[in-house]
């Protein structure tokens, strides 16, 4: 498969059924009482961890720990998606 030039090539990882798990916060957050500032789903496997201004950082973490690179803001009133490998919007 040939990626088109200006295309983020990380964006083959992207499905488009995830389903958020957990639907009401940061995963490892809710496991441990953690806050979290704002929240961002894996669009691999539908993992919903806390952003980078959160003080634990989980959606980087498990981006890096999987190599699931490709997060969609999951705040109600935010559309957009962040490459944690190429440190953009895609």
């Known amino acids: 498969m040939t990626i088109p030039a200006g295309v ?8 488009e059924d ?4 957990p639907p009401e916060g940061c995963e490892e957050c809710l496991r441990f009482g953690s ?3 704002h929240l961002r ?10 952003c980078d ?6 959606a980087r ?3 890096g720990l ?6 969609q803001s999951f705040q109600p009133v935010e559309d957009w998606r962040w490459c944690y ?3 953009a919007y895609a």
């Open 8 to 15: 983020d090539p990380h964006l083959a990882f992207v499905r």
């Open 61 to 63: 973490k498990h981006a």
């Open 85 to 87: 490998v190429d440190e």
């Open 53 to 58: 201004s959160s003080p634990n950082r989980h």
């Open 35 to 37: 806050p979290w500032v």
């Open 41 to 50: 789903l894996c669009l691999t496997c539908g993992h919903v961890g806390c």
């Open 18 to 21: 995830v389903v958020p798990r």
């Open 66 to 71: 999987l190599g699931h690179p490709v997060v």
